[in-house]
């Protein structure tokens, strides 16, 4: 079965960091880009992140730039996102997703809330 | 960046009638190797997006023929022909011509 399995959300204070993960399975990972969408309580989807095949090309959201750093492990089928200085705009439920397109695939997302 | 604007943002459908909802880009999504990158994605209650249609108007693997998207350049519909209950929840047009890829606002769809 197709699956992304994200793990690591949690709470935090400002200021803090985070390392999310996100476990694929059942398709050649080492295949596809994937990005990280994330969705604040009771608003829309906004993209995050996103790195190539390889892990060579990684591209960010002003909002997120400087800050969070996309990562992956082909060997591992793993994909993460290392969050630091964090602000309590980062609550939400981040999502992995596979190939933003035909095909895509979203993992069940994890949440990070960001308070004092 | 790309602003993705939907109307209406919210949408009650009596069962068995139609639905559109429409999506503006602020620039062209038309890339120079023809295709157009305009995506729609329904999120139904609790769980993540799915995605509906690709590339403007090509059906994802499993979506059921009432859902069809339409449109060119800056101007996208999403068209349900008839309602069905559970295709109650929130819809997305989402563009993915260039980063940062960007969303509409959502388009919540309510049975009456």
């Known amino acids: 079965e197709v699956q992304l399995v994200e793990s690591g959300g949690g709470v935090l204070q400002p200021g803090g960091s985070l390392r999310l993960s996100c476990a694929a399975s059942?398709?050649?990972?080492?295949?596809?880009?994937m990005h990280w969408v994330r969705q604040a309580p009771g608003k829309g989807l906004v993209w995050v992140s996103r790195?190539?095949?390889?892990?060579?090309?990684?591209t960010y959201a002003d909002s997120v730039r400087g800050r969070f750093t996309i990562s992956r492990d082909n060997a591992k089928n793993t994909l993460y996102l290392q969050m630091n200085s964090l602000r309590a705009e980062d609550t939400a439920v981040y999502y992995c997703?596979?190939?933003?397109?035909?095909?895509?695939?979203w993992g069940q997302g994890t949440t990070l809330t960001v308070s004092s | 960046d790309i602003v993705m604007t939907q109307s209406p943002l919210s949408l009650p459908v009596t069962p068995g009638e139609p639905a559109s909802i429409s999506c503006r880009s602020s620039?062209?999504?038309?890339?120079?190797?023809?295709?157009?990158?305009l995506n729609w994605y329904l999120q139904k209650p609790g769980q993540s997006p799915q995605l509906l249609i690709h590339?403007?108007?090509n059906r994802a693997s499993g979506v059921p023929d009432r859902f069809s998207g339409s449109g060119s350049r800056t101007d996208f519909t999403l068209k349900i022909t008839r309602v069905e209950a559970e295709d109650v929840g929130v819809y997305y047009c989402?563009?993915?011509?260039?980063?940062?890829?960007?969303f509409g606002q959502g388009t919540r769809l309510e049975i009456k």
């Open positions: 997703v596979r190939d933003l397109g035909p095909g895509d695939i």
């Open positions: 059942g398709f050649p990972f080492s295949s596809y880009w």
């Open positions: 790195i190539n095949s390889g892990g060579s090309i990684t």
């Open positions: 620039q062209s999504l038309l890339h120079s190797n023809g295709y157009t990158y």
């Open positions: 590339l403007g108007s």
């Open positions: 989402m563009q993915a011509l260039q980063t940062p890829i960007t």
